[in-house]
């Protein structure tokens, strides 16, 4: 959604009223209040502290970007439909990033911003390999690729996406950050596109689709309805792609260069088997994110 100005002006007596069944709503419907609030603060001038203590109730009118009718049709949305929360707005939060993502993205994930704190961590010691070539495949909304061009600003960033719509976004987001130019954006499968940068990569790093056919279909429905597809399904046991990946990538790094893959919760072991069987790879290595769960791959060309 583009909307940039406080165009409308809606009664304080109406908002609040709406406001009140919205906040039924949400124990009705097993949604967390605060995106009720992220909507209502992200659209009008009201504030999460104007909310909480109702400091807004002696204004008689309050300005919003939309009118009410339209606050209620997106709130429908989330409640009826269970439309990400992220959609209705437009964009999301990750790492100090403000990102434009729509239905064409996944929404990144707050586990996906410890990859690049792992990224920062693990080149400490190899500290010319921040200054090469960094790969992130399977860019989505740009979120890897654009963190990766702020943490390491002497690197080139090459970011890969088999959806073209997708790519769109990811090359919208890197321009509103200012980091367009630090960006080559690629449209094809994987190492397709770059097929004439072998052996040039100092970092390899991905969240691939990587959840089982059949799991997909059990999602919660903001994720299977609404997200694509083709970011989630990473076939029967979920490693198609991580398969594809491991297999291909010791052809792209540079001596020593890493690849970082994000996983599945319980495929740690399973990877990390991927990896060791390669015979590619040295200091192989499982991370947990915050919940203690494997969620991340490391390996470096050996
Ligand atoms: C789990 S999402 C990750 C998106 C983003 N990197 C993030 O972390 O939020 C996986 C991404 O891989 C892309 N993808 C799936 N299959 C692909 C392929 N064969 N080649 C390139 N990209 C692919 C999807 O379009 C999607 O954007």
Not at 237 to 245: F, K, P, Q, S, T
């Amino acid at each position: 959604m583009v909307v940039l100005n406080f165009q409308f002006s809606i009664p304080n007596s109406q908002l609040f009223n709406w406001y009140q069944q919205g906040k039924q709503d949400t124990i009705n419907h097993h949604i967390p209040l605060f995106e009720l609030e992220y909507l209502v603060t992200e659209l009008t001038e009201l504030t999460s502290l104007d909310l909480r203590f109702n400091n807004h109730k002696n204004k008689g009118k309050i300005s919003s970007k939309i009118s009410l009718e339209e606050l209620q049709k997106l709130w429908n949305l989330r409640v009826e439909k269970r439309c990400p929360i992220q959609y209705l707005i437009g964009e999301c939060h990750w790492r100090n990033f403000t990102l434009k993502v729509t239905p064409d993205v996944l929404i990144p994930r707050p586990e996906t911003e410890l990859i690049i704190d792992l990224a920062l961590e693990l080149t400490q010691e190899y500290s010319s390999l921040q200054l090469g070539k960094w790969l992130d495949l399977g860019t989505g909304s740009g979120a890897i690729a654009i963190a990766l061009a702020d943490i390491f600003p002497q690197a080139t960033i090459y970011a890969v996406d088999k959806s073209e719509k997708a790519l769109k976004i990811a090359q919208e987001n890197a321009l509103n950050l200012g980091l367009r130019s630090k960006i080559k954006f690629y449209h094809g499968s994987w190492f397709n596109p770059i097929n004439d940068l072998r052996n040039n990569f100092s970092g390899i790093i991905s969240n691939p689709p990587y959840i089982p056919s059949k799991m997909v279909l059990e999602l919660q429905p903001e994720v299977v309805n609404h997200e694509p597809k083709i970011a989630l399904d990473g076939g029967e046991d979920g490693l198609n792609d991580i398969r594809y990946l491991i297999g291909n990538a010791p052809n792209f790094l540079i001596n020593k260069g890493f690849l970082l893959l994000e996983i599945m919760a319980g495929q740690g072991d399973m990877v990390k088997e991927l990896l060791t069987k390669n015979g590619n790879y040295t200091n192989i290595n499982i991370y947990q994110d915050l919940a203690n769960l494997d969620r991340f791959a490391m390996a470096q060309l050996s």
